[in-house]
T-cell receptor, first 117, second 116 residues
Framework: ETGVTQTPRHLVMGMTNKKSLKCEQH?????MYWYKQSAKKPLELMFV???????ENNSVPSRFSPECPNSSHLFLHLHTLQPEDSALYLC????????????????FGAGTRLSVL | AQKITQTQPGMFVQEKEAVTLDCTYD???????LFWYKQPSSGEMIFLIY??????QNATEGRYSLNFQKARKSANLVISASQLGDSAMYFC?????????????FGKGTHLIIQP
């Protein structure tokens, strides 16, 4: 069992559907992240949450809406998606270091494989 | 311009041989961290090793070591005594400026296949 759990593992949705991806971390971390991994492209950062506050939105279209109700849970709400949004969506968590030169290690879940028809 | 460059899209290596996966990076920051992840076909990104820009010693974790050459801006991953289970995608990533929470910038990855 991993420390970061993502559900569902696979999701097929139509362009008019609304669905949500869920991520839960059991590591006691204070920061959570969403990444998108498309075929033949590097992982792209989507959102960063630090202590439940969104600290980064990497120019993500508004059809993706994140929610972080507490430091253990992160959601990605999806609506009116396009076929090009089909990808592997990865969640990660880390224990962010306050100030200085510290480096937190990001631990990832297994991802949700999303297909938009 | 790419911040992380991995020039080997794919590699075939005989079991038990050592493997070097290349990674070069581009940053003007003095403080940065470099990370390597492994992604098997199951999809999960598995953390392997990291190196801070101020670390003087090359990082090692079991069979993994990071050959950090700051002047060349390279951070190659070395896997000693490769095993069949090492077959996977390998990603180099960087984060600039320490502290707080921030995302990683990833390279395109290297697909490593270990042959018996």
């Amino acid at each position: 069992e991993t420390g970061v759990t993502q559900t569902p593992r696979h999701l097929v949705m139509g362009m008019t559907n609304k669905k949500s991806l869920k991520c839960e971390q059991h590591l006691g971390h204070n920061a959570m992240y969403w990444y998108k991994q498309s075929a033949k492209k590097p992982l792209e950062l989507m959102f960063v949450y630090n202590f439940k506050e969104q600290t980064e939105n990497n120019s993500v279209p508004s059809r993706f809406s994140p929610e972080c109700p507490n430091s253990s849970h992160l959601f990605l709400h999806l609506h009116t998606l396009q076929p090009e949004d089909s990808a592997l969506y990865l969640c990660a968590s880390s224990q962010a270091v306050a100030g200085g030169h510290g480096w937190d290690i990001q631990y990832f879940g297994a991802g949700t494989r999303l297909s938009v028809l | 311009a790419q911040k992380i460059t991995q020039t080997q899209p794919g590699m075939f290596v005989q079991e038990k041989e050592a493997v070097t996966l290349d990674c070069t990076y581009d940053t003007s920051d003095q403080s940065y961290g470099l990370f390597w992840y492994k992604q098997p076909s199951s999809g999960e990104m598995i953390f392997l090793i990291y190196q801070g820009s101020y670390d003087e010693q090359n990082a090692t974790e079991g069979r993994y070591s990071l050959n950090f050459q700051k002047a060349r801006k390279s951070a190659n991953l070395v896997i000693s005594a490769s095993q069949l289970g090492d077959s996977a995608m390998y990603f180099c990533a960087m984060r600039e400026s320490g502290g707080g929470a921030d995302g990683l910038t990833f390279g395109k990855g290297t697909h490593l296949i270990i042959q018996p």
